[in-house]
């Protein structure tokens, strides 16, 4: 991806998920498909969690070049935070306003400011570029499964199609989301180690 796509997928999502929201609404957010999926409401907890860790720290390389980056597991931030029980739309609106921050800022790096870097604790070296490309592939993988567990919900609906993913590229050093196998149910994480080699 480059910047121009990095900058209008994070652009897209906040309105792409209040139409995914909205078809859930008032009483089927929390409703999973099947026993073990998650929900709709789950599903947004995993993409607001993902960008309260991912999204500062643009802010903090651009304030700090070099500064040292901090390794976060977005399931228990998802966790902490869902301890205010704030009402998804005040999530939601809150999570535009964060949104239309980051991509105004976005919009206005030089090439240079684009590759300001910092070391993650346990990832090594990463850019400004590197930390908004994997915050926009991670929330296109996840708009589509958002669809899914909507269509499984209420069925198919004229709501927002997911933008495809561009194509799938090899991985970078120290790139924060790394392709790797898991299970159709468990939502990618943000701080996973690199895959391993694959296997014949």
Known sequence: MDTVEVIETLAATPGWLRQAVAAVLPNLAARAPAPNEWSAADLFAHLRASDAI????????????????????????????????????????????????????????????????????TRGQLTVLDIATDLARHELEHR??????????????????????????????????????????RPRTTEEPPSPEPTP
């Open 54 to 121: 991912l999204a500062p720290r643009v802010y903090q390389l651009l304030t700090r070049p070099g500064a040292p980056i901090a390794g976060y597991d977005e399931r228990i931030w998802a966790r902490v935070t869902g301890r205010a029980k704030l009402p998804i739309l005040t999530q939601l609106t809150t999570f535009e306003a964060q949104r239309a921050e980051l991509v105004g800022v976005l919009r206005t790096l030089t090439p240079k400011e684009w590759q300001i870097g910092g070391v993650h604790e």
């Open 144 to 185: 589509a499964q958002l669809e899914r567990i909507i269509v499984a919900i209420v069925g198919p609906t004229d709501g927002p199609r997911p933008i495809p993913a561009s194509r799938p590229r090899e991985p970078r050093a120290g790139q924060i989301h790394p392709p790797r196998k898991r299970s159709p149910t």
